[in-house]
């Protein structure tokens, strides 16, 4: 019952990261549409991706997931989360049932032969590297040529952990001429209402967990209507995404 009533309210405007996870599961679809061959994903984190794309994606022959640590820190005291309290404490804690993953090491230094994955992906990842021009010649060393290095970035985003980038279209202009890559796809389904609901959703968020104790009750109440107001309010405004206020960019680079 309880997961039922989960995933009843993540499909909702009432749940404030509605919007923006409805507007990400659409831009992945859209950048992963053709993906097929031997795959690399960097920075999996939990590996949960790999059994979604796997599913989704029957072209795809091999899919390792990696990262360049194994979250044990992370993880411990949240892994029996989902056993306990089924999806509501996976989403609402943001831990989900661990995944192996396959291989543990940097993005920026592969222990894989030049020229031996189909794609290479990554997903909100490239902000927490500190020398993405050795992200990029890693994955175009990877990749095959005419193979795919695909990865979502976010732009107008909230601070998070272990956060030390925002990348602008110019720059993939830049990364890819430096790499011989070309942009085959350049996609954004976010604007200016995408990236208000999320921030300003965050913010009630955060408000409702580190308020002084006699304020959260007031938050917590306030809460689900700023949610639903925001998340309409965003998608209207986002029936046609400017691109300069982008919550985040979906991006295909293929090696020449």
């Excluded at 679809?29 to 979604?52: F, N, P, T, Y």
């Excluded at 993005?107 to 050795?134: G, Q, Y």
């Excluded at 990029?136 to 976010?154: D, S």
């Excluded at 999320?198 to 104790?213: D, G, H, M, T, Y």
Aim: proline share 5%; charged share 25%.
């Amino acid at each position: 019952m309880t997961d039922f009533f989960v995933k009843l309210v993540v499909n909702l405007p009432i749940y404030p990261h509605w919007l923006e996870h409805k507007k990400l599961k659409q831009g992945n679809a859209v950048i992963l549409k053709d993906i097929s061959g031997r795959v690399l994903e960097v920075g999996a984190g939990d590996g949960s991706r790999k059994q979604h794309i796997i599913a989704e994606y029957p072209n795809v022959s091999e899919y390792i997931a990696t990262d360049y640590s194994s979250w044990d820190d992370e993880f411990e005291g949240f892994s029996d989360i989902p056993n306990k309290f089924g999806n509501a404490g996976a989403i609402f804690m943001g831990r989900s049932h661990r995944h192996k993953l396959d291989k543990t090491c940097s993005a920026t230094d592969l222990p894989f032969k030049n020229n031996s994955f189909d794609n290479h992906i990554s997903f909100e990842v490239l902000e927490h590297i500190d020398d993405p021009e050795a992200f990029f010649k890693e994955a175009a060393r990877v990749v095959k040529p005419k193979g795919k290095i695909i990865l979502t970035v976010p732009f107008l985003y909230r601070e998070h952990k272990m956060d030390f980038h925002r990348y602008t279209p110019d720059y993939f202009k830049y990364i890819a001429k430096k790499n011989g890559l070309e942009i085959k796809n350049f996609y954004h389904n976010t604007g200016f209402g995408t990236t208000q609901a999320s921030l300003a959703n965050q913010w009630f968020v955060r408000k409702v967990l580190e308020s002084p104790i006699f304020l959260r009750p007031v938050y917590l109440l306030a809460s689900p209507f700023a949610f639903v107001l925001n998340n309409v309010l965003g998608y209207l405004i986002d029936l046609n995404p400017d691109r300069r206020f982008a919550t985040r960019f979906h991006i295909v680079l293929e090696k020449a």
